[in-house]
């Protein structure tokens, strides 16, 4: 078990930056796969950014080469970075922790950006 929870979220405008963090309570170095999701408003949720244990990194097209995630599990924190936001990432961001087939969320954190 462990609880995550997301800070740094807020409004910016189109081509700014902002820095997630999720924070755990227990030690991340037991999670596969760590990653940030997100959902807006009469959307699914979808994978923003995924980091392994070994800190393989995976995004999809959508964000990539504009945001980028990063784990410390030494700090038992995993962090995004998104440059050059544009509206269409308007959402709530939420932290998530894989273990096997056990999946773990924090309560999710706003993101809107401003045309």
């Known amino acids: 078990q462990v609880q995550l929870m997301e800070s740094g979220g807020g409004s910016v405008q189109a081509g700014g930056s902002l820095r997630l963090s999720c924070a755990a309570d227990?030690?991340?170095?037991?999670?596969?796969?760590m990653a940030w999701y997100r959902q807006a408003p009469g959307k699914q949720r979808e994978l923003v950014a995924q980091v392994t244990l070994i800190g393989t990194t995976n995004y999809p097209d959508s964000v990539k080469g504009r945001f980028t995630v990063s784990r410390s599990n030494a700090e038992n924190t995993v962090s995004l970075q998104m440059n050059s936001l544009k509206p269409e990432d308007t959402a709530v961001y939420f932290c998530n922790a894989r273990r096997g087939t056990h999946d773990f969320w924090g309560q999710g954190t706003q993101v809107t950006v401003s045309s």
């Open positions: 227990a030690s991340i170095s037991s999670f596969n796969t």
